[in-house]
């Protein structure tokens, strides 16, 4: 069959049928499975992207470079719990490479990372928000290179970011609809993971931004990787 | 477990995925309850399926969320006690325990999922339908134990000239940084020799071909048939509203009619069968008989 109507039929057939099918048979839990159904479908159609455009292998290995150093970044400061290095190397990778290598070392390092600390229901939610922080420092690539200030902004604004999604789907999932106060409960119980999250993040972005940044230039100057994705 | 090894890799995704959904949105005791069993069964039968570790942390868990969920919400008609002048009330804590078995249900079958698709077999599924997907995961999986090797080279080295031991952890984290950054330029250099390695060996041809294939037998047909039929059994009970509970302002259960009764089975069924192909071979040597 042909490949590209396939794909559009699982676009514009498919998607709507699992969303709203899915809604109404879950009735109980539809604003849970609508929130699923958009954390996956962002994903979905930049990963078919990635997938269909060409991409050296040499681009590819040095995204896998750069996703397994922020994977093993968590291994490298464990000794310091909440004190990660994923957010920042995923939006250095976007600042200097793009706004699609971001997201793709972003929603990587959470689906890789969790085959060591574990998967569960919380996985596509790690792959959008960790994904769509680095899709939007590579679309905000030019002021924050330029402007420290932005940067460490962006780290806060980050660490929050993700904090409040992951807390907004626990709350749907435990079922009731949206209840608010269950919602504020569980941002105060995550409060020092996520101050946590923002201090690490400005941290890192700050300390690592520079070496990094100019090791990724230097990739595109000299061996002329990513030019297409700027 | 060797009836999923042996078998194509959709059929045992198409089994967890069927299992997961349904567990998770279902809200349902009658589906939770043969999910969490299920997944029990097969988890202390395997190898290294439970840890002391874990089961504690399980338990824990499932009591602080059925603890916690009567202070937010008041609706049962039942109070036990009155907390800060608020009910906590019998139906809200079994919401409670319901919605904890429901959470270790789903969290336990994902730990399932590692031993049913072996890595393989997950390479496998990925590889048909996403080939760059594939490469990235299988590289950044054997990058990480890589990369944990070169920052260890690193830390002894700059520990036996004496500058890393530090006991001030501010100083620590730097040299960590700096580890951090070496480390960096290490891999990504060698990341672009890998990349020139693999295009003057042919990466990107067409006609590639996988270290192991899987054909899609009649076998695999019939499993994956067989699943379907089960799931959408479930699936049409729970369409026609015969898996709904209300627990608020009392429990109650809908009526529980012929269709419904074969829908939650045939989800048992599901939830039972990497169960009883894991106790295969104890059920065979009991039962098998020799016609000698």
Same mark, same amino acid.
């Given at each position: 069959?042909?490949?590209?109507?396939?794909?559009?039929?699982?676009?514009?057939?498919?998607?709507?049928?699992?969303?709203? =099918?899915? $809604?109404?048979?879950?009735?109980?839990?539809?604003? $849970?499975?609508?929130?699923?159904?958009?954390?996956?479908?962002?994903?979905?159609?930049?990963?078919?992207?990635?997938?269909?455009?060409?991409?050296?292998? $040499?681009?590819?290995?040095?995204?896998?470079?750069l996703t397994s150093l922020s994977v093993a970044g968590r291994f490298l400061f464990a000794w310091l719990p909440g004190f990660k290095p994923v957010t920042a190397i995923t939006v250095i990778?976007?600042?200097?490479? =793009?706004?699609?290598?971001?997201?793709?070392v972003g929603?990587?390092t959470a689906?890789l990372s969790n085959f060591y600390f574990g998967?569960?229901?919380w996985?596509?939610?790690q792959?959008?928000s960790w994904?769509?922080l680095?899709?939007?420092?590579?679309?905000?690539?030019?002021?924050?290179?330029?402007?420290?200030?932005?940067l460490c902004?962006y780290g806060i604004f980050a660490g929050f970011f993700y904090s409040?999604?992951m807390?907004?789907?626990?709350?749907?999932?435990?079922?009731?609809?949206?209840?608010?106060?269950?919602?504020? $409960?569980?941002?105060?119980a995550a409060l020092p993971i996520t101050l946590e999250y923002a201090i690490s993040n400005v941290i890192f972005l700050l300390v690592l931004a520079g070496p990094i940044?100019?090791?990724?230039?230097?990739?595109?100057?000299?061996?002329?990787?990513?030019?297409?994705?700027? | 477990?060797?009836?999923?090894?042996?078998?194509?890799?959709?059929?045992?995704? *198409?089994?967890?995925?069927?299992?997961?959904?349904?567990?998770?949105?279902?809200?349902?005791? +009658?589906?939770?309850?043969?999910?969490?069993?299920?997944?029990?069964?097969?988890? *202390?039968?395997?190898?290294?399926?439970?840890?002391?570790r874990?089961?504690?942390g399980?338990?824990?868990?499932?009591?602080?969320?059925?603890?916690?969920?009567?202070?937010?919400?008041?609706?049962?008609?039942?109070?036990?006690?009155?907390?800060?002048?608020?009910?906590?009330?019998?139906?809200?804590?079994?919401?409670?325990?319901?919605?904890?078995?429901?959470?270790?249900?789903?969290?336990?079958?994902?730990? *399932?999922?590692?031993?049913?698709?072996?890595?393989?077999?997950?390479?496998?599924?990925?590889?048909?339908?996403?080939?760059?997907?594939?490469?990235?995961?299988?590289?950044?999986?054997?990058?990480v134990p890589?990369l944990k090797r070169r920052a260890t080279a690193m830390r002894d080295?700059q520990t036996?000239?004496?500058i890393y031991d530090d006991p001030d952890w501010i100083h620590r984290a730097g040299s960590n940084m700096t580890t951090m950054s070496a480390l960096t330029?290490?891999s990504?250099?060698?990341?672009?020799?890998?990349?020139?390695?693999?295009?003057? +060996?042919?990466?990107?041809?067409?006609?590639?071909?996988?270290?192991?294939?899987?054909?899609?037998?009649?076998?695999?047909?019939?499993?994956?048939?067989?699943?379907?039929?089960?799931?959408?059994?479930?699936?049409?009970?729970?369409?026609?509203?015969?898996?709904?509970?209300?627990?608020?302002?009392?429990?109650?259960?809908?009526?529980?009619?012929?269709?419904?009764?074969?829908?939650?089975?045939?989800?048992?069924?599901? *939830?039972?069968?990497?169960?009883?192909?894991?106790?295969?071979?104890?059920?065979?040597?009991?039962?098998?008989?020799?016609?000698?």
């Open positions: 069959m042909n490949r590209r109507l396939l794909t559009r039929i699982c676009f514009f057939v498919m998607i709507p049928i699992v969303v709203f =099918g899915g $809604a109404l048979l879950f009735r109980e839990q539809h604003y $849970a499975w609508i929130t699923l159904c958009i954390a996956v479908l962002t994903c979905l159609p930049i990963w078919y992207d990635f997938e269909r455009r060409e991409t050296g292998s $040499a681009e590819l290995m040095v995204l896998s470079v990778t976007a600042m200097w490479l =793009g706004a699609e290598p971001g997201f793709i929603s990587l689906l998967q569960g229901p996985t596509p939610f792959m959008f994904g769509l680095g899709g939007l420092a590579g679309l905000l690539a030019k002021p924050l290179r330029k402007h420290k200030i932005l902004l409040l999604v807390d907004l789907w626990s709350t749907f999932w435990m079922g009731e609809g949206f209840s608010i106060p269950r919602y504020v $409960a569980l941002i105060t940044g100019e090791k990724l230039d230097r990739l595109r100057v000299r061996y002329g990787l990513f030019r297409e994705h700027q | 477990m060797d009836i999923f090894i042996r078998r194509h890799p959709l059929v045992p995704l *198409c089994l967890l995925l069927s299992i997961l959904l349904l567990a998770m949105f279902a809200q349902s005791p +009658r589906i939770t309850v043969p999910a969490l069993a299920g997944a029990v069964l097969f988890l *202390c039968t395997v190898r290294g399926g439970f840890t002391v874990s089961v504690i399980f338990l824990l868990c499932w009591a602080l969320i059925a603890a916690v969920n009567p202070l937010f919400s008041t609706g049962g008609a039942t109070p036990l006690v009155f907390v800060a002048g608020r009910p906590y009330t019998r139906e809200a804590l079994l919401y409670g325990v319901h919605l904890g078995a429901m959470l270790l249900a789903v969290l336990l079958w994902f730990r *399932c999922e590692r031993l049913l698709i072996p890595e393989e077999h997950r390479f496998f599924l990925f590889g048909r339908f996403a080939p760059k997907l594939a490469l990235l995961i299988s590289s950044v999986l054997r990058f890589l080295a036996a000239v004496g330029t290490w990504l250099e060698h990341a672009v020799d890998t990349g020139a390695a693999m295009k003057a +060996r042919g990466y990107g041809l067409p006609g590639r071909t996988t270290y192991r294939t899987y054909r899609f037998t009649g076998t695999d047909a019939a499993w994956l048939s067989a699943i379907l039929v089960l799931t959408a059994s479930a699936v049409l009970a729970l369409a026609r509203g015969g898996l709904g509970v209300s627990f608020y302002p009392n429990i109650v259960f809908a009526h529980a009619d012929t269709l419904t009764r074969i829908g939650v089975a045939a989800y048992t069924i599901l *939830c039972l069968l990497p169960f009883l192909s894991a106790i295969k071979e104890e059920l065979r040597w009991c039962f098998y008989r020799s016609k000698m």
